[in-house]
């Protein structure tokens, strides 16, 4: 397909992928499958174990591959912020985002390691 950005999951909580699994077989399959970013919108409690699992089961090539799509994704949105900010315009939402991504990366990679340890 050609496509070389990040992949983000939808929730992977909605119904119709219960016959994937619980919500960390989900994570794991979906992280194995080429999504750079997995959705667990509600179910706060379970993200331990979806990491958990992710760290376990997701070879470290593709996490290191996710991770890079990662780094790309957040210097591209502060390259648009830069932007937006130099036009006038607020950049605050796309820096939001990319404080959010940032944080939930570094969040993986500790617990992936705490994991391994």
Do not use: H, K, W
């Not at 496509?3 to 994570?27: N, Y």
């Not at 997995?38 to 992710?54: G, K, M, Q, T």
């Not at 593709?62 to 890079?68: I, K, M, Q, S, V």
């Amino acid at each position: 397909m050609g496509f070389a950005g990040a992949a983000f999951s939808d929730d992977l909580e909605m119904g119709a992928l219960q016959t994937f699994g619980a919500m960390p077989d989900r994570c794991a399959e979906a992280a194995r499958a080429g999504c750079d970013l997995l959705f667990v919108c509600s179910r706060i409690a379970e993200y331990p174990d979806c990491v958990e699992r992710v760290a376990r089961d997701v070879p470290e090539e593709r996490l290191r591959e996710a991770g890079g799509r990662l780094d790309a994704y957040t210097r591209r949105a502060a390259d648009l912020a830069a932007r937006g900010a130099a036009s006038g315009r607020s950049p605050r939402p796309i820096e939001l985002l990319r404080e959010a991504v940032e944080n939930l990366r570094e969040e993986a990679l500790v617990l992936a390691q705490d994991r391994r340890d």
